[in-house]
């Protein structure tokens, strides 16, 4: 089979953007079988492997990408599922262009392979032609409990339930998924998706607890002394927002990105009814240019909402995908890049303009990063009736502060070993946002595998390799 030269990726087909920033249906439509082989054929089978070298869970990408180019994308599916639990989920939602594309060969002269689209056309082939069910395994008659239901957790719970383990995963929301249910929007990845991959741990015995918040409902102590389990492993996220600390943030309407979007995901406050509804703004700002920064930002332009993103440095350094920020702009929402709020101005309690100044980028300094610095006398308003804080989030503190021999960094991160995710209390093992703060998916599912290979080792008295 001759390789396909073009330097371009095959397109990813996409809902109209005037059509789809007025639904949450998903975005992307996927790849068709035609357009799946054609982008396959343009991976050179490279021998040294490059690729899976950027990927956090070493998934063979040139092994799935030759099943493809043969049309045999169930064998593609089963070797991603070796090492990816989630290959739907990662493949539409991992910054593959900062990961394994950044690594792929082709890159260099132009645009790499599509590893993300072919791993989210096969894992969508799979979950539309094949309806077999994980076989549970036999029981090893250990026990261990994982705290958090994201994809930490979740990886975690699902490689040691395939070692036999048996394994309780306690949640404190009503649905199981973590990030993927409550912080990333429907448009980009259908709640459906996430369920089956929840009801594949099902499969395998996973036993799943929902509305536990471990610290209060029970402690890490009680799991082992009364529960019988024997090893923990703690993978709640980082769910507590951070403020700009500046007047006016508490004003109605200004609302944490992280209350914002768990009320529109999790409780599906844009539909009209909804139990837990959501204040629609007019003008809404929102504050950051990550990644949750574009997330509330077109769930906001969705609800109907007139959308300006403000960022205090340039379009160049914005830490969001590059595919997100062109689907915003497509979608209308306006940036003000170099642009720093200052307060919130409001009238009769509630929001009515951000106050902002101008910035510009600083010499670079000894870490090679330029700093963006006030420019004098530059100061302005920014009409606004909805103000929403994107600027990051930390680890809660609850269960370091009901747990005794767990030790956190200044930034409230658990410490860990990194070769084996083992905290500073022996038994208990950490991995995800908890330990590291905000981070991507599939970093998280990286340190849910670490840790239940660590886990194994420890139980079955072995040395981790």
Avoid at 169 to 181: K, P, T
Avoid at 228 to 244: K, N, Q
Avoid at 409 to 430: C, D, F, L, M, P
Wanted: hydrophobic share 40%; net charge neutral.
């Amino acid at each position: 089979m001759a390789a396909n030269m073009n330097p371009k990726k095959n397109p990813m087909p996409t809902q109209a953007p005037e059509v789809r920033c007025h639904n949450f249906q998903e975005v992307a439509t996927g790849y068709s079988e035609e357009t799946a082989m054609d982008e396959a054929m343009r991976c050179l089978g490279c021998k040294n492997m490059p690729c899976v070298s950027g990927c956090p869970v070493n998934i063979h990408i040139p092994a799935f990408i030759d099943k493809i180019k043969q049309g045999d994308f169930e064998a593609a599916y089963q070797i991603i599922s070796k090492s990816s639990s989630f290959p739907a989920v990662c493949g539409r939602v991992c910054p593959q262009e900062t990961q394994c594309e950044a690594k792929c060969v082709r890159g260099i002269k132009g645009e790499p392979v599509g590893i993300g689209r072919l791993e989210r056309f096969v894992a969508d082939w799979h979950r539309e032609h094949v309806a077999a069910k994980p076989v549970k395994p036999a029981s090893n008659g250990h026990k261990v409990a994982v705290i958090g239901s994201g994809p930490s957790g979740l990886t975690c719970a699902g490689d040691l339930a395939k070692m036999g383990y048996q394994v309780t995963v306690f949640e404190a929301l009503h649905l199981a998924g973590g990030v993927l249910v409550y912080g990333i929007p429907e448009f980009r990845l259908p709640k459906k998706i996430v369920q089956q991959e929840v009801d594949n741990l099902k499969a395998l015995g996973v036993d799943l607890e929902t509305n536990v918040v471990v610290g209060k409902t029970i402690t890490i102590d009680e799991l082992f002394e009364e529960m019988g389990f024997e090893a923990v492993f703690i993978g709640s996220g980082a769910g507590l927002p951070r403020f700009m600390n500046i007047p006016g943030e508490s004003l109605n309407g200004v609302y944490s990105a992280n209350e914002f979007l768990t009320r529109n995901n999790l409780m599906k406050a844009y539909n009209d009814g909804s139990a837990t509804p959501v204040f629609r703004g007019r003008k809404t700002v929102v504050v950051g240019g990550g990644n949750v920064a574009m997330d509330a930002a077109r769930t906001a332009k969705r609800l109907g909402a007139d959308v300006t993103v403000v960022y205090r440095r340039t379009e160049h350094e914005l830490p969001a995908r590059r595919e997100e920020v062109e689907h915003a702009m497509e979608e209308g929402i306006a940036f003000k890049f170099l642009t720093n709020p200052l307060r919130i101005d409001g009238e009769n309690g509630w929001v009515k303009s951000i106050h902002c100044q101008q910035m510009k980028l600083s010499e670079p300094d000894a870490s090679g990063r330029a700093r963006p610095v006030p420019v004098e006398g530059s100061e302005f308003d920014v009409e606004a009736d909805c103000v929403i804080m994107s600027i990051g989030t930390s680890p809660n503190p609850l269960i370091k502060s009901t747990t005794k021999g767990l030790e956190v960094n200044r930034h409230g991160g658990i410490i860990v070993q990194e070769e084996t995710g083992e905290t500073t209390r022996k038994g208990v093992y950490a991995g995800g946002d908890a330990v590291t703060g905000a981070a991507t998916v599939i970093l998280a599912m990286g340190a849910g595998k670490t840790a239940a290979k660590a886990i194994d080792a420890q139980l079955r008295g072995t040395c981790a390799e």
